[in-house]
């Protein structure tokens, strides 16, 4: 276990639960916080297969630290969302892929974590917003690309616009959340889905990281150009082989009806 700044990093065998520690702040996210994270995703342990990011106490995370908006120039603006996108690209594109497990406020620079992430899990108590409206600012740490491929633009603009708050039900079905449990119970069901991640080759998990989203941005052709080759490189790992033989030999667990 290694605990820095306001953030705390546990082994559950392959599995990488990290929480954020800061409740008496509702884990507001402050610099030093956001470098803590990013450093904690730079230095995973390498038995890492999957990661669960979590918060303590009644809330996920309350978005950016609001005392440490001062006057800045545009430059030190530039930098400061900046630091965000590295810190939060790296959630998303670093060795891992990550299930978070949302409860409480998931709000402003919350939920820009909450969506880089690749699988969000949240129990009945979560609520997401963009307070960035009202507080006369707007989202720099990569909400504005992230958030409306979960939600679409017109949900984010009306979210940002009118102070919206969508409650755990609605924001399931709005795209938020993939997955929606009972209250208190976000956790476990990330760790058991974290679990099942980790199992699967490395090479699968590394397509579904970086090569489907960036599929999905390319045009058609190019996409199904991209899509071949890494098909190609998949199927080729000893590990899809010997995968495939399992099944091919009555020895692999069937798909089970849903
Ligand atoms: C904070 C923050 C924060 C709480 N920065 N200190 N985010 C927001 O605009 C959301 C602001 N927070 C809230 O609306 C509420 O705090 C919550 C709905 C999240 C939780 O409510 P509650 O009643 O459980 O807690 P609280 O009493 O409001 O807050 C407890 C303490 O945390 C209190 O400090 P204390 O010293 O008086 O005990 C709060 O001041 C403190 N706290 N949230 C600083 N965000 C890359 S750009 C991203 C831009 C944004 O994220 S803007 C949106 C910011």
Not at 60 to 86: K, P
Not at 91 to 97: A, C, K, S, Y
Not at 118 to 143: K, M, N, Q
Request: glycine residues 10%.
């Amino acid at each position: 276990m290694s605990t820095t700044h306001d953030i705390k990093l546990e082994m559950h065998g392959a599995v990488a639960v990290i929480t954020l520690t800061r409740p008496a702040k509702r884990n507001a996210l402050s610099d030093g916080l956001i470098l803590a994270l990013r450093q904690v995703f730079e230095t995973l342990p390498r038995q890492a297969r999957a990661a669960v990011l979590t918060g303590e106490g009644e809330h996920f995370c309350a978005g950016l630290d609001l005392s440490e908006l001062q006057e800045r120039d545009a430059g030190q603006g530039v930098m400061h969302s900046r630091m965000w996108h590295a810190a939060l690209d790296l959630v998303q594109h670093g060795p891992v892929p990550v299930v978070a497990a949302l409860h409480g406020a998931v709000v402003g620079g919350g939920l820009e974590l909450a969506s880089a992430c690749h699988i969000r899990v949240a129990d009945e108590s979560t609520f997401y917003a963009l307070p960035e409206g009202s507080r006369g600012i707007f989202v720099g740490g990569g909400g504005s690309v992230r958030i409306p491929k979960l939600i679409g633009v017109a949900r984010m603009t009306d979210m940002m616009l009118t102070g919206r708050v969508y409650n755990a039900t609605d924001g399931e079905r709005a795209g938020f959340a993939q997955y929606l449990v009972p209250s208190g119970t976000a956790y476990d069901k990330a760790l058991a889905l974290a679990e099942r991640v980790a199992d699967n080759a490395p090479l699968t998990n590394y397509a579904l990281m970086h090569a489907l989203p960036r599929i999905a941005e390319q045009p058609a052709d190019q996409g199904l150009f991209t899509e071949s080759l890494m098909a190609a490189i998949a199927q080729s790992a000893p590990e899809a082989k010997a995968r495939v033989r399992a099944f091919l030999d009555g020895k692999a667990a069937k798909v089970q009806k849903g």
